[in-house]
Nanobody, 122 residues
């Protein structure tokens, strides 16, 4: 049974950094990503990666500030978040899919973690 476990969230001040980690168990696909959802807002794709080919996706709002990476040996996904802004505050979810055509399409991801909260204060 596939399991995704996130960690690394927390509270930081504007301009600070956090690194999210997602450990995947029993997962054999090739597309993983990070999504976020703030209260009263729709879930949005933040960053995603094709773990076999290295193609990446970044939301315009995080380009140049966030970096996604994957450690194949440990089947672990990371999201390095720098220059954090209050508008980055949300619950961040790790997602994994088997056949993902569009990296930022949440509907194509079959597996989801429980989420880790990120709060950025001004």
């Amino acid at each position: 049974q596939v399991s995704l476990v996130e960690s690394g969230g927390g509270s930081v001040q504007s301009g600070g950094s956090l690194k999210l980690t997602c450990v995947a168990s029993a997962y054999r696909g090739h597309s993983m990503g990070w999504f976020r959802q703030a209260p009263g807002k729709e879930r949005e794709g933040v960053a995603a990666i094709r773990t076999s080919g290295g193609d990446t996706y970044y939301a315009d709002s995080v380009k140049g500030r966030f970096s996604i990476s994957h450690d194949s040996a440990n089947n672990t996904l990371y999201l390095q978040m720098n220059s954090l802004k209050p508008e980055d505050s949300a619950m961040y979810y790790c997602a994994a899919g088997i056949y993902v055509a569009v990296l930022d399409n949440a509907n194509e991801y079959s597996y989801w973690g429980q989420g880790t909260q990120v709060t950025v204060s001004s």
